[in-house]
């Protein structure tokens, strides 16, 4: 799975404070990024379809992120 490019991740670690990022560096964060995008994604699609819409949308997104946030500090 490489559907976002090294150069963003890269940036990303640098906006951060990193001085220098390895490539294996890049590609680790990166698989983090995609695995959480997809599960946030997948959630989001499940509240809008719930809500009886095809669409999803920004709070979608951002509830299907602190459901996931808020699972993830329980430990579940």
């Known amino acids: 799975m490489t559907d976002i ?8 670690m640098r906006k951060a404070g990193a001085e220098r990022v390895s490539e294996e560096g890049v590609e680790a964060l990166r698989e983090v990024v995609e695995t959480l ?5 997948r959630e989001a699609i499940a509240l809008a ?3 009886g819409r095809k669409t999803v949308n920004a709070e ?3 509830m299907a992120s602190r459901k996931l946030m808020a699972l993830t500090k329980l430990g579940v």
């Open 60 to 62: 979608d997104v951002k």
């Open 37 to 41: 995008a997809l599960e946030v994604s």
């Open 5 to 12: 490019a090294s150069s963003p991740i890269d940036r990303i």
């Open 49 to 51: 379809k719930h809500a």
